[in-house]
T-cell receptor, first 114, second 113 residues
Framework: AQSVTQLGSHVSVSEGALVLLRCNYSSSVPPYLFWYVQYPNQGLQLLLKYTTGATLVKGINGFEAEFKKSETSFHLTKPSAHMSDAAEYFCAVSGSGGYQKVTFGTGTKLQVIP | NAGVTQTPKFRVLKTGQSMTLLCAQDMNHEYMYWYRQDPGMGLRLIHYSVGEGTTAKGEVPDGYNVSRLKKQNFLLGLESAAPSQTSVYFC????????????FGQGTRLTVV
């Protein structure tokens, strides 16, 4: 069994401020972890993913996330928010063996205030 | 480069009507998925396919059927639409079932009245 919890359905930051979106997961096997972004009226697109290796993962648009096994977390950060970052962000988890379906979190809407 | 294309983009149905949503991908992916997105609930998997001619149930399959007669197409059918099926539907595809990026279509907004 696996699950994802995203803390905060809405997050507001000022332009130029740090973005921190929280994601905690549970998985009975070593996880693969993903962050997707959804802009209004569009489908989801991959920001970054962790499979194996380096626990700090860099993605597109200046985002990064760190896999912390001891904390079962995969928080998404960006040092300086831009207006174009306003979107909904989804954390997702899947297992690492055989076919493992992907479980998505409920999403966090990021508002960037000018 | 089309990627994953869904048709239609919008549809309004009356309760009891039927319809088919079409998903087409041009990336030669084996795996295809149908999700529904509802406010505050994230994405929930309806059905998926691990290759041409195969389908399997996801977590919310009731009221839906699917077919994958060709590798590039994955159809989602609603036999008798209900208001509870009002949602945004997303199709996705991936080249692998383990740790692979999923590519999503633009979505179909369905309203059942």
């Amino acid at each position: 069994a696996q699950s994802v919890t995203q803390l905060g359905s809405h997050v507001s930051v000022s332009e130029g401020a740090l973005v921190l979106l929280r994601c905690n997961y549970s998985s009975s096997v070593p996880p693969y972890l993903f962050w997707y972004v959804q802009y209004p009226n569009q489908g989801l697109q991959l920001l970054l993913k962790y499979t194996t290796g380096a626990t700090l993962v860099k993605g597109i648009n200046g985002f990064e996330a760190e896999f912390k096994k001891s904390e079962t977390s995969f928080h998404l950060t960006k040092p300086s928010a831009h207006m174009s970052d306003a979107a909904e962000y989804f954390c997702a988890v899947s297992g690492s063996g055989g076919y493992q379906k992907v479980t998505f979190g409920t999403g966090t809407k990021l508002q960037v205030i000018p | 480069n089309a990627g994953v294309t869904q048709t239609p983009k919008f549809r309004v149905l009356k309760t009891g009507q039927s319809m088919t949503l079409l998903c087409a991908q041009d990336m030669n992916h084996e795996y295809m998925y149908w999700y529904r997105q509802d406010p505050g609930m994230g994405l929930r998997l309806i059905h998926y396919s691990v290759g041409e001619g195969t389908t399997a149930k996801g977590e919310v399959p009731d009221g839906y059927n699917v077919s994958r007669l060709k590798k590039q197409n994955f159809l989602l059918g609603l036999e008798s639409a209900a208001p509870s099926q009002t949602s945004v539907y997303f199709c996705a595809s991936s080249y692998s079932n383990v740790g692979a990026e999923a590519f999503f279509g633009q979505g179909t907004r369905l309203t059942v009245v």
